[in-house]
């Protein structure tokens, strides 16, 4: 028996639809079997909220009398993309203050950045554009300063050009002299502690490995708002390789996410500031899947020890782009507080946050069944395992 | 009679009401301001030290409370913003004493003061300000308002 997408929209909007976290649908697949599971279920959340450093808004601050034309624009000091027309502006998550004294002091606490201007503004602070530019006949005006909000602008877009990598690496320090900064957080030599970030299980591409239903316009819950897939996120590599359940054991899919930044809550959209690294947004992503039948039934019951992530040096590996991979080791084992590398008993950290991760899980839950939130039928397919599409090193030719 | 550091952070409506006097007068309290940032239309930050009886002091940080005002007690140095901690567990990672540890049920953070032994090593590992030493808490706070 399978559904479509129309049917299961009609049962949302009669508030008939059967909607489940990804959580729960482990325990429902493992209880009644897939079959039953997916005669059952209408739809399946899931969720993710980690530092997401491909992330961005995209402001339009309206023209002042008389207009300019802005190709230099800082927001509280932090410099914006100017380079569009006249006053539209893309702040980047990891953008930093020109007098930020970065890693000069090492390791730099990078305390405000793009991704703290992003939070400001989801909660609802006013905050101040300088622009400046060279004067044209059209836009004369050659300087400006002043305070702008979510209220005052025209538009404030949140479009992310990467965000919820399907599957991560797990980092460690092989090193034997030094702790070191990574974005994936401070590592201490000789293996002492390994980090890793994903929602693992509840991680929206790892319960649709092949993106049967996650594609270009799927609609999501962004950073506490409404959300689309715009299209597959920079470094989508669908092509490495995966274990018997579809499951990528690496990176794989990436997704671009857009949604208008009103109606987004600083809970699900953090400014991050990572030691000795930069800064970042953290992004919650919350993602539901339609159990259109079996397969996808079978697909929504994988659990954390059915999943696996590499194991990557970022002393030496990483850094220097060899691709090498010391090991495997499943979800469940990063969960557990330690896993076991090379026969050693290594400490683990999460960076993502599996609790709020949880609880976007339920929201979306909620918004659907209420019948508040209908499911978006992809107009397009991510591209997949079939794709061809890899990840291409960028050679030093001179 | 105990001592109390305790970090006050103002929203800026409050920023004009004469709380401190009342914490003084109300509920028999010494207060001592070892700083302070407090400007009218921003968020005010203070940095006190309550001294009186133990339910006295408690009194005063029901009524500060009531009132809006969000208090953070420091422990050992460590600021512990609960408002601003995503449950994201790197704080665990370094914490070899398991004063941060993880709920197995609800999977957020918790932290036991009592096992704190002060090494400040989860300090560095949190992103979102949710654990820092005083002094970095109050440049902060101080520089964003
Ligand atoms: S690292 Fe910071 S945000 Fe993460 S759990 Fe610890 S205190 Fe909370
Ligand atoms: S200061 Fe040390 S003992 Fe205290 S919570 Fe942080 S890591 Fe644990």
Excluded at chain 1, 136 to 143: A, Q
Excluded at chain 1, 294 to 322: C, H, L, W
Excluded at chain 2, 12 to 28: H, Q
Excluded at chain 2, 43 to 55: L, Q, S, Y
Aim: aromatic letters at 6%.
């Amino acid at each position: 028996m399978s559904k479509t997408f129309e049917e299961i929209n009609e049962r949302i909007r009669k508030g008939e639809a059967v909607v489940v976290t990804a959580q729960e649908m482990k325990d429902i697949v493992a209880d009644k079997g897939a079959k039953e599971a997916a005669r059952r279920v209408d739809v399946v959340t899931t969720a993710t909220f980690g530092p997401m450093c491909s992330s961005g808004a995209l402001i339009n601050v309206g023209h002042p009398s008389p207009r300019i034309k802005m190709s230099r624009a800082t927001l509280n000091g932090v410099p914006a993309y100017a380079g569009l027309a006249a006053v539209d502006v893309y702040l980047g998550a990891t953008a930093l203050p020109e007098d930020d004294p970065r890693n000069a002091v090492f390791p730099g606490a990078f305390t405000y950045g793009g991704g703290h201007v992003i939070e400001d503004l989801v909660s609802g602070k006013e905050v101040i554009l300088k622009a400046s530019g060279y004067g044209t006949d059209c836009y004369p005006r050659r300087e400006i300063e002043t305070a702008v909000s979510l209220k005052t602008v025209n538009s404030a877009t949140l479009m992310n050009p990467r965000n919820g990598y399907q599957n991560y690496n797990v980092a460690v320090n092989t090193g034997a002299e030094r702790p070191i900064y990574t974005y994936l957080g401070l590592l201490r030599p000789r293996m002492a502690n390994a980090n890793y970030c994903s929602a693992g299980q509840l991680s929206p591409l790892l319960n649709d490995p092949h993106y049967r239903t996650i594609g270009i316009g799927t609609r999501i819950f962004l950073g506490g708002g409404v959300g689309y897939v715009f299209f597959p996120g920079t470094q989508h590599a669908p092509c490495g390789p995966r274990a018997e359940n579809g499951v990528p054991r690496g990176g794989a899919a990436t997704m671009a996410l857009v949604g208008d930044l009103r109606g987004m809550s600083p809970r699900y959209l953090r400014g991050v500031s990572i030691a000795g690294y930069g800064v970042s947004l953290a992004v919650g992503v919350g993602i539901p899947i339609p159990i259109l039948d079996e397969e996808m039934a079978v697909f929504t019951s994988v659990r954390d020890g059915d999943i696996f992530a590499p194991v990557v040096d970022y002393g030496k590996a990483y850094p220097e782009n060899t691709g090498e991979i010391i090991g495997h080791v499943s979800y469940a084992e990063l969960r557990s507080g330690a896993i076991e590398i090379a026969g050693r008993r290594v400490r683990t950290a999460g960076l993502s946050s599996y609790a709020r991760a949880r609880e976007i899980a339920a929201e979306l839950k909620t918004w659907i069944a209420r019948g508040r939130f209908l499911l978006g039928q992809p107009v397009e397919r991510l591209p997949g395992a079939e794709s061809g599409v890899v990840l291409r090193k960028l050679e030093v030719r001179r | 009679m105990i001592q109390k550091s305790v970090i006050l952070n103002f929203p800026r409506k409050l920023v004009d009401e004469p709380l401190v006097s009342r914490v003084i007068r109300d509920c028999d309290v010494e207060v001592n301001i070892l700083q302070a940032s407090v400007t009218p239309e921003e968020d005010g930050h203070m940095f006190v030290i309550f001294k009186g009886e133990p339910a006295n002091i408690g009194r005063a940080l029901d009524f500060l409370k009531e009132r809006g005002v969000r208090a953070i007690l420091p422990v050992k140095n460590l600021v512990r913003d609960e408002e601003r901690c995503v449950h994201c567990g790197a704080c665990v990672g370094q914490c070899a004493s398991a004063a941060f540890t993880i709920d197995k049920d609800t999977c957020q953070v918790v932290f036991d003061p009592d096992r704190c032994i002060a090494c400040e090593l989860c300090i560095p590992a949190c992103g979102y300000g949710a654990v820092e030493s005083v002094s970095d808490h109050l440049k902060r706070t101080g520089e964003a308002s």
